[in-house]
T-cell receptor, first 116, second 116 residues
Framework: DTGVSQDPRHKITKRGQNVTFRCDPI?????LYWYRQTLGQGPEFLTY????????KSRLLSDRFSAERPKGSFSTLEIQRTEQGDSAMYLC??????????????FGPGTRLTVL | DQQVKQNSPSLSVQEGRISILNCDYT??????FLWYKKYPAEGPTFLIS?????DKNEDGRFTVFLNKSAKHLSLHIVPSQPGDSAVYFC???????????????FGGGTRVLVKP
């Protein structure tokens, strides 16, 4: 049973550099979510896709952040001109949308970003 | 504003006893609630969920109770085991209600320590 995978697991970068993270969802899942978690807090929603369509973006997602899911399968999250405040765990989750039923999301292991 | 709150940051319990974790929410548009367990450096693992049409859901050692009038849910773990030591997050979402959407809104987490 293949769960959600994320790559890389850890990324250390210098301020001002661009970084890109990848998420591979559970294969039959049509929804894909990105969250960010900082120390001592619960995960915070960033954006989500249903198939290849990006349906919602949080106000947390500044213009430096962009996400894609080009063929409705894997997704990438890019952060341009990283800042120290971007240091966090970036979590990806996927789910199978079903009418009238709650959306149970399954999370990947996360990508830990450290901006120096 | 915090729409989902876990007011107890930590809980210590003896092995074999019951662990009770609490969660309060403010957004009446939430109609689907989940509990996740998280170990350090890993993504959240789904435990159990409940729809607003129910007031109780049980899965093995885990039971979730929902009190809609009080906007309160709780997770009971019986019996508690040392492997249950982790951080537990409650989360809430909407289903068909657009205002809440499908994204998860998380509480701040409760760290549980089960002593042998």
């Amino acid at each position: 049973d293949t769960g959600v995978s994320q790559d890389p697991r850890h990324k250390i970068t210098k301020r001002g550099q661009n970084v890109t993270f990848r998420c591979d969802p559970i294969s039959e899942h049509n929804r894909l979510y990105w969250y960010r978690q900082t120390l001592g807090q619960g995960p915070e929603f960033l954006t989500y896709f249903q198939n290849e369509a990006q349906l919602e973006k949080s106000r947390l997602l500044s213009d430096r952040f962009s996400a894609e899911r080009p063929k409705g399968s894997f997704s990438t999250l890019e952060i341009q001109r990283t800042e120290q405040g971007d240091s966090a765990m970036y979590l990806c989750a996927s789910s199978l949308a079903r009418t009238g039923v709650g959306d149970t999301q399954y999370f990947g292991p996360g990508t830990r970003l450290t901006v120096l | 504003d915090q729409q989902v709150k876990q007011n107890s940051p930590s809980l210590s319990v003896q092995e074999g006893r019951i662990s009770i974790l609490n969660c309060d929410y403010t957004n009446s548009m939430f109609d689907y609630f989940l509990w996740y367990k998280k170990y350090p450096a890993e993504g959240p693992t789904f435990l159990i969920s409940i729809s607003s049409i129910k007031d109780k859901n049980e899965d093995g050692r885990f039971t979730v109770f929902l009190n809609k009038s009080a906007k309160h849910l709780s997770l009971h773990i019986v019996p508690s085991q040392p492997g249950d030591s982790a951080v537990y997050f409650c989360a809430a979402s909407g289903t068909v209600i657009k205002a809440a959407g499908n994204k998860l809104t998380f509480g701040g987490g409760t760290r549980v320590l089960v002593k042998p």
